[in-house]
């Protein structure tokens, strides 16, 4: 093992407790294990990560800021609850953020750029294809994250982080009720098309359309599904 490979594992190995504490319940609200609404108990959670409370409280404060959780002071902790205006808002912060990034691609002119966008959009068909939904959404924000991150912009950057979490949030949640992966996966081919024309017109279009359509299926898959239909009056 080679003297870089030794100091990532250290590095790794040294993460403070509440940041790997924070992992942990981040992955599983992500994946939608922890749902909308469902409560979490301290004393239960504590006992089950062999921990004591004072760092799982500071990585629950780290997920408050996310927005993944909501600390009610004296009563409870719960997984945030998904209203439609928080899904509103989420897209159409998110149409603003990727159309601006589309421009800077363009203007980038990196072909490399668009050849990984491609192939993570193989990726994504290719996993979608195996029916498996949960990894299929994975790779659909790894290529709206790798958008972002192509922009070498890095307030944007910046901004996409603070609201990273809750995309791939709802990204699960909507793809764990869904069936038409495929066509889910598929869809982001015309944004590349449009990258690699350097057309910024259509880059621009096919951003929003992309986003918006996602957006009304994710409130109709809210509307429906009890997973999501929680917080429909908080």
Known sequence: MTNNNTSSLTHINNKPLRERIADILRDLIIKGELKP????VETELASKLGVSRAPLREALQTLNTEGLVEIIPYYKTIVRHLRQRDIRELYSLRSTLETFASRLIIENNNPHDIELLRSICDDMVAMAKTGDAMKASAIDHQFHDTV???????????TWSSVSQRVHQVLALRDMVRTDIVSMAQSHY??????EKRDVQQATHEFEEHIMDARDLT????????????????
């Open 219 to 234: 409130v109709k898959v809210w509307e429906d599904s009890d997973d999501l239909s929680n917080g429909r009056h908080s």
């Open 148 to 158: 972002i991150a192509l922009s070498d912009h890095n307030l944007l950057i910046s």
């Open 190 to 195: 015309p944004l590349v098309d449009a990258l």
């Open 37 to 40: 609404g469902d409560s979490i």
